[in-house]
């Protein structure tokens, strides 16, 4: 029997208490413990978070491993607090088939950082022609229940409907990325005063807004879950809102590059902040992190997509889009939203753990700190400061766009299923 005692811990932000985690679960909660048998981990001052979950990686593998690799990602992951990921479909061959989502399992129990669940493409290729082999990806073993061409939309209203409706057999979510490929094409930015100065071809907000709609409507009519990815203007929240009021079976994510980041950093024309979608306005980060607070977004994804130097260290308009983000996500996410006081470390495990693992359908995460629970946490330090330097972080991706800044926050130790992927030995106390 192995055993662990985290003393002190401030879980969800509340008062100082003791958490013993016995073979991968929590054994019990609560203040003085006994230490007796267990190793100690000193957690005074500390945060305690259920294990984080993100709906929304980029892993590469397969294809793309002088990008990132599973081991490099979910290293990644594990430092940034996450215990599983969600790895998007773009890969080469792209996660079409229950063959590549079964590799992308297979890695990521290998690996051991984060539970690792593959996200299988809506269509073949991510082409948007004809519907991949969903029911085939859900019986799988990695029983994929979350299907999305991000990267791509899917802009057939004929193909999103019979992929919402195939995948209410198996209580699966189809996540959109909200892109209308006509209004957009050749686009490098987000539309308004900055792309018109720089002279940068435009990307609308209504271009995301169009296709929100669309399938808000279209879930409503067929009665099956939508997920619209790295929602990132106003309008697209006050849609949300409406739907969700209407009853529609809607769920919502924001990147924390879209709570902090505005276009205004594009007049230094470096690439590292190119992404799709793009950065906007004050207003708009404004009303996402409104809408975060107020549940109409569900949740934080980081849409961690790092990128080989060679495809960001060039002139714009030729730069791949994407932005790291697995390692700054809980700190962005303390400075836009914590420290502001617009969400509580209660609503942070609510929007970074439990409300990501339940639209995933991912059972054994975001569960709560109680008796009984997968011992999946993180110990976050929040009044530690430090700045962000690309080079010393485990994904092999340098594109942050957080580098330089100073950030509040610091993982200190996540554990996954009682055994940890990061642990700050200054921690450790004493050992049975
Ligand atoms: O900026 C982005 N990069 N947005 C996406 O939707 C895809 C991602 C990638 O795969 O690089």
């Known amino acids: 029997m192995s055993s662990t005692l985290v003393t002190g811990a401030r879980v969800l932000g509340g008062e100082p208490t003791d958490l013993l985690l016995t073979d991968g679960r929590i054994a019990a909660v609560g203040p003085g413990l006994s230490a007796e048998g267990a190793e100690v981990v000193d957690a005074t001052g500390l945060v305690a978070l259920p294990g984080l979950v993100d709906l929304h990686t980029h892993l590469r593998e397969p294809g793309r491993e002088d990008a990132e690799t599973v081991e490099t990602g979910t290293q990644a992951a594990a430092r940034g607090g996450f215990t599983a990921v969600f790895a998007m479909a773009n890969t080469f061959p792209v996660a079409d088939t229950a063959g590549v989502v079964e590799q992308v399992k297979r890695l990521g129990d290998e690996a051991g950082w984060a539970e690792v669940r593959p996200v299988g493409a809506v269509t073949v290729g991510l082409a948007g022609r004809q519907l991949a082999e969903l029911g085939a990806m859900a019986d799988s073993a990695a029983g994929v229940r979350v299907f999305s061409d991000d990267g791509h939309c899917v802009s057939d209203a ?162 791949a889009m994407g932005m790291t983000g697995l390692e700054t996500a809980l700190s962005v996410v303390q400075h836009a939203m914590v420290d502001t006081g617009l969400l509580t470390w209660a609503q942070v495990a609510d929007r970074m753990s439990a409300a990501p693992a339940r639209i995933g359908r991912l059972a054994g995460q975001g569960e709560p700190l109680a008796p009984g629970s997968a011992a999946n946490l993180v110990l976050v330090d929040p009044a530690a400061r430090w700045t962000v330097d690309p080079a010393q972080m485990a994904t092999s991706g340098r594109n942050s766009p957080f580098r330089g800044m100073d950030l509040p926050g610091r993982v200190v130790a996540t554990v996954l299923r009682g055994r940890p992927t990061v642990l700050d030995s200054h921690l450790v106390r004493s050992t049975p």
């Not at 957009?184 to 609308?204: F, I, K």
């Not at 470096?270 to 009303?287: F, G, H, I, S, W």
Request: proline share 5%; aromatic share 4%; net charge negative.
């Open 158 to 319: 004929v193909l999103m409907r019979r992929a919402l409706e195939y995948v209410k057999a198996f209580d699966g979510v189809i996540a959109q990325h909200a892109q209308e490929p006509r209004l957009t094409e050749d686009a490098q930015m987000n539309e308004g005063t900055v792309s018109a100065v720089l002279g940068l071809r435009g990307w609308p907000s209504v271009a995301e807004e169009a296709v929100i709609a669309r399938d808000v409507l279209l879930a409503d009519h067929v009665g099956s879950r939508l997920h619209v990815c790295h929602v990132s203007t106003a309008g697209s929240v006050e849609i949300l809102r409406w739907a969700k009021a209407r009853g529609v079976q809607v769920t919502a994510e924001v990147t924390p590059h879209h709570l902090l980041l505005t276009d205004e950093l594009a007049r230094s024309y470096d690439p590292v902040y190119k992404v799709n979608p793009p950065l906007r306005t004050q207003a708009d980060v404004e009303a996402v992190r409104e809408g975060l607070a107020d549940g109409t977004i569900d949740i934080v994804a980081t849409d961690h997509a790092p990128h080989p130097l060679e495809d960001k260290d060039c002139e714009w308009a030729a730069a």
